[in-house]
């Protein structure tokens, strides 16, 4: 199964930057778009960040202007470096991807299966 593994998440004064990456493994066929949701305490999981495989980008309003996602299709990586950070930033981030699956392949065909798929989180915690 394609696997994400987030890092880069841990403690940070107000004001202060983080990147967090995300790195996909497993039998990749494709990654189509991919990005950053966030969940804080009691609260619903919500949309930070996406980008497309073509480099296209989308940003949650609350957030815009503090954000950069990036994405490195040759290492099956997504980026997110956030800046100017505020208390209310304090989330558990989830790296998430739309992935073509390999399933099996010979030198005429390939078949896979289109998944969704989520990291198990990093937090995020942004407090003086």
């Known amino acids: 199964q394609v696997q994400l593994v987030e890092s880069g998440g841990g403690f940070v004064q107000p004001g202060g930057s983080l990147r967090l990456s995300c790195a996909a493994s497993g039998p990749i066929f494709n990654i189509h778009n991919m990005g950053w949701y966030r969940q804080a305490l009691g609260k619903q999981r919500e949309l930070v960040a996406s980008i497309t495989s073509s480099g296209i980008t989308d940003y949650a309003e609350s957030m815009k202007g503090r954000l950069t996602i990036s994405r490195d299709n040759d290492k099956n990586t997504v980026y997110l470096q956030m800046h100017s950070l505020k208390p209310e930033d304090t989330a558990v981030y989830y790296c998430?991807?739309?992935?073509?699956?390999?399933?099996?392949?010979?030198?005429?065909?390939?078949?896979?299966?289109?998944?969704?798929?989520w990291g198990q989180g990093t937090l995020v915690t942004v407090s003086s």
């Open positions: 998430n991807a739309d992935v073509s699956e390999l399933i099996a392949s010979d030198s005429d065909s390939v078949e896979y299966k289109d998944v969704e798929v």
